[in-house]
């Protein structure tokens, strides 16, 4: 709503000083037909020439005035389009980011439960293990591989 109010005001202003001329060193008010000069109708005692001169410099006031609202219009969309993508962009990064993210935390699982298992199976081996040490070990690499598993399947 904001935006719409200056865009109007912007609008009215644009719309109100092109009916002000400087023409040949002179400063021209025209509204509608009649050509005013200091506030004094002086539209009879210009020439048709001079007439048709200060309504061309009018209409081309009047074109350029539109061409700048047309390229502050598209300038307007252009940083639209910039900022749709720039967020996009970080969408991508972000998602990029979570991913790498939990690769990493798939090969840290990975690498612990395969720790684990080689001390397993090198205690087991040594006869090192009673069995309560055996069953501990045993519910560790179950945990292991599950949280292996969960992470497995986000990827």
């Not at 005692?45 to 609202?69: F, P, R």
């Not at 395969?114 to 069995?131: C, F, I, M």
Request: net charge positive; aromatic share 4%.
């Amino acid at each position: 709503m904001k935006h719409w109010i200056i865009i109007l005001v912007f609008g009215f202003c644009v719309h109100v000083s092109a009916q002000d001329i400087n023409h040949n060193g002179t400063m021209y008010t025209v509204k509608g037909k009649t050509i005013l000069k200091e506030g004094k109708d002086v539209t009879e005692t210009l020439a048709l020439e001079e007439q048709q001169s200060i309504k061309a410099a009018l209409a081309e006031k009047k074109k350029e005035a539109k061409a700048i609202e047309k390229r502050e219009k598209e300038l307007k969309k252009a940083e639209k389009e910039q900022k749709k993508v720039e967020k996009k962009q970080k969408q991508a990064e972000k998602a990029l980011k979570q991913k790498e993210k939990i690769r990493s935390k798939f090969e840290k699982s990975v690498k612990k439960h395969d720790q684990a298992v080689n001390t397993y199976e090198k205690l087991k081996n040594k006869g090192k293990l009673s069995p309560i040490d055996e069953s501990k070990w045993l519910k560790k690499i179950e945990k292991l591989r599950v949280a292996r598993e969960k992470i497995k399947r986000k990827l």
